[in-house]
């Protein structure tokens, strides 16, 4: 009896119908916020495919045609150069990556984006004045998930609004004693041909961070330049308390007017001779899933 019910069992399982392929989980719909204090600098800027140019269709179609890539955008934060060109400077950043991000695509997304951030690097340095260089906090939203890319000295984060808060990046920051720490104080960025051509020890590949859709839906993602967290650092205030706020409020006003206080008071222990420097930009791009 035994023996024929293994042979029932084993014949009932060559039976078995094949199992369907797995779906992958649709993108949630994705609210795009931003928020820029200037400081001192004004060498921030915040860039997205929200706002492209018309000769920029044909790349953001690839994109969502073989990579189902449905936004791209950051907060840019560039050094060097004077001036408020914190702007042109994400929007050049962007642009350049978008389109080497279009050629290596092939290779499939991690590895485009390494390609791609290292084909930015090399064009930005020939584009931008010797001395200029740009670090940023990117998110990608692909078939597969977001993608954050992180170079340089920015934060990104995930939260809810209610819930924990949690820091997604690690700053990368200058070896002590290296040239470059001399000048920026990180080990990763694009441009600053100066420093790279000098010896200087820079690295224009990022961090790429893949988060699936499952965790993100009701969750938000908070990229940030230093200037925030540097704001809280000098005036004793919780970052992850702002970052509630942010979430909470969507950056609306009273997020802004407390950011307002931050830079106020900031700029006020620099007077006083409590801050070694003025306030610097502080900006924020926050998408929320739905």
């Known amino acids: 009896m035994e023996f024929l019910e293994r042979i029932i069992g084993f014949l009932g399982e060559g039976k078995k119908k094949p199992e369907r392929p797995k779906t992958p989980e649709r993108p949630p719909e994705i609210i795009v916020r931003s928020f820029c204090r200037k400081g001192r600098a004004g060498q921030d800027g915040i860039a997205t495919t929200e706002k492209v140019e018309p000769n920029q269709l044909p790349i953001i179609s690839k994109?969502?045609?073989e990579a189902g890539i449905t936004f791209v955008g950051g907060v840019f934060d560039g050094h060097g150069g004077g001036g408020e060109i914190g702007q042109y400077i994400a929007e050049?950043?962007?642009n350049t990556f978008l389109q080497h991000l279009c050629e290596y695509l092939?290779?499939?997304?991690?590895s485009a984006i390494l390609y791609a951030s290292a084909s930015t690097d090399q064009e930005l340095s020939s584009l931008l004045p010797?001395?200029?260089g740009v670090c940023f906090e990117m998110a990608i939203a692909a078939r597969d998930g977001l993608y954050v890319v992180h170079l340089g000295d920015g934060e990104a984060y995930k939260g809810r609004k209610r819930g924990k808060i949690r820091l997604l990046t690690t700053p990368h920051k200058a070896l002590p004693g290296s040239k470059a720490s001399k000048y920026i104080n990180v080990s990763r960025s694009w441009g600053d041909r100066d420093i790279k051509e000098g010896g200087g020890e820079l690295s224009p590949y990022p961090d790429v961070i893949k988060?699936?859709?499952k965790e993100l839906r009701g969750a938000s993602l908070l990229l940030m330049s230093d200037g925030l967290p540097d704001a809280a650092a000098v005036t004793g205030t919780s970052l992850k308390k702002l970052i509630k706020l942010a979430i909470r409020e969507g950056l609306?006003?009273?997020f802004q007017a407390r950011v307002g206080g931050l830079m106020a008071q900031w700029n006020q222990m620099f007077q006083q001779?409590?801050?070694p420097a003025p306030a610097d930009d502080a900006s924020v791009l926050l998408l929320e899933c739905k």
């Open 252 to 254: 609306g006003p009273i």
């Open 273 to 275: 001779g409590r801050a």
């Open 211 to 213: 988060i699936p859709w």
């Open 130 to 132: 010797s001395n200029t």
């Open 92 to 94: 050049t950043a962007l």
């Open 106 to 110: 092939g290779y499939g997304l991690d």
């Open 63 to 65: 994109l969502y045609n």
